[in-house]
T-cell receptor
């Protein structure tokens, strides 16, 4: 099975612009979660989509939004970029295997805001 | 409010010995716990998980132990290999399967395996 894929891998944007990141989950996984990783705050949960609906949400401003398509692929959008949005954005998909919950991450998109 | 804590920022272990990584949590509602390994500029790699109804789970060289009364879990790696050198994160979630995707991560422990 192919793993979680994310595009693009690297992105450079300027303040005030908006950006869209894409994620394809592992085949058969219906849940897609997004995380932000920064040196200061570590890994922080942004939101999760299941069957095209946002099911869980972290504590991020409304500039961060997402959506999920019928094929489970997901996109994350950040509007009005700020310097502090520079981070590694990770997407994950999850499954339940024999009673054990497993969540697999993609390689991430490194966003740099200048 | 750090709900998941990895109090050791780094750990150094000799190759072939046991590595023990520790994690403490404060939220008694956590019901799934996961361990990840991470290299720089890559996404975390899932290692092993455990649900709160168990106290031990094994997968090859990796074993996770959960002590609910102490709100403590640990990851044992036996035997340790040079390729195990990485940053290890523990993560936890609450809310059953529906909330399981909202993982709360610890700050990580850098494990170095010395030859």
């Amino acid at each position: 099975k192919a793993g979680v894929t994310q595009t693009p891998r690297y992105l450079i944007k300027t303040r005030g612009q908006q950006v869209t990141l894409s994620c394809s989950p592992i085949s058969g996984h219906r849940s897609v979660s997004w995380y932000q990783q920064t040196p200061g705050q570590g890994l922080q949960f942004l939101f999760e989509y299941f069957s095209e609906t946002q099911r869980n949400k972290g504590n991020f401003p409304g500039r961060f939004s997402g959506r999920q398509f019928s094929n489970s692929r997901s996109e994350m959008n950040v509007s009005t970029l700020e310097l502090g949005d520079s981070a590694l954005y990770l997407c994950a998909s999850s499954s339940l295997q024999g009673g054990d919950y497993e969540q697999y991450f993609g390689p991430g998109t490194r966003l740099t805001v200048t | 409010d750090q709900q998941v804590k990895q109090n050791s920022p780094s750990l150094s272990v000799q190759e072939g010995r046991i590595s023990i990584l520790n994690c403490d949590y404060t939220n008694s509602m956590f019901d799934y716990f996961l361990w990840y390994k991470k290299y720089p500029a890559e996404g975390p790699t899932f290692l092993i998980s455990i649900s709160s109804i168990k106290d031990k789970n094994e997968d090859g060289r990796f074993t996770v132990f959960l002590n609910k009364s102490a709100k403590h879990l640990s990851l044992h790696i036996v035997p340790s290999q040079p390729g195990d050198s990485a940053v290890y994160f523990c993560a936890a979630s609450a809310g059953g399967l529906q909330g399981a995707q909202k993982l709360v991560f610890g700050q990580g422990t850098r494990l170095t395996i010395n030859p």
